[in-house]
């Protein structure tokens, strides 16, 4: 971890991602960039309870963040400010553009990972939410030849493929971190049209038209990982879904996200 104490320099949280510009330079030294506009509070508490789903779900621990594309301006998203997702309210909840400069810092930190948010926003106007993890039965996936492949109809959206993004091959040696907007453009590209991409020795990327689709598609990658460990310790070979069957049964689920999203919301919040 490095942290750095001048003033005239931004603090740096390695694991967590934090990143604080001086308070008299917001958007890292720019003007900071106009508002998309005022959020209903209604949302901003969805926001938040979204990280706290994820966390339950076992796809956050103490690190992860999830945003959400302005409903009123595309060029703008919102996510919380640096905090353990378990932890985070709707006061937590910051606007950004995609150049990931915060419209309105106020002195609170950032995650220096938000360039994957940016990035990906700009190259897919389809992407509504984005939520970046490190779930732990993921992570295996980035590191062998072994594709993860949809072991069953709820994580449909796998059987398109699932690309890795290798730091390495583009930066060499790093820190294994999203920290610009360059390396956040190649994470992009490597996501291409895909819903999900692994980032070797790292975690992962899910992609949504909303923000209970993300976090859906989160979740049930961390468990069809599960259940592909499983199938892989039974021997043989495994009767994953095709593509084309994968696109039919995705279609089912995108129409029906909003039972699991109730049922999440409810255990978080006591309401649907």
Known sequence: MRLTSCACCASYDYLGGAVSAPADAPGGGKGAPKSGGPVDRALLEDIAVASRICAAEGVFDAFGHLSLRHPGDKKRFLMSRSKAPALTTADDIMEFDLDCDACDQ???????????????????????????????SVVPFSLVPNKMRAMFHTSAFIARGVPVFDISEKYGPTD?????????????????DKSV??????????????????VYRAVYTEVNAKLQMSATLLGGPIAALSEEEGRLADAVNIAGVGRPWDLWKMKMTGAA
């Open 176 to 192: 294994m971190l999203v920290g610009d907007n360059d390396k956040g453009r190649e994470l992009a590209r490597v996501l291409a």
């Open 106 to 136: 106020r002195g609170r930190g950032v995650f220096l990972e938000r360039f994957i948010h940016g990035e990906i926003y700009k190259a897919r106007p389809d992407v509504n939410s984005i939520v970046h993890s490190h779930s732990p």
């Open 197 to 214: 991409v692994l980032m070797r020795a790292h975690g992962s990327v899910a992609v949504g038209p909303s923000l209970q689709h993300a």
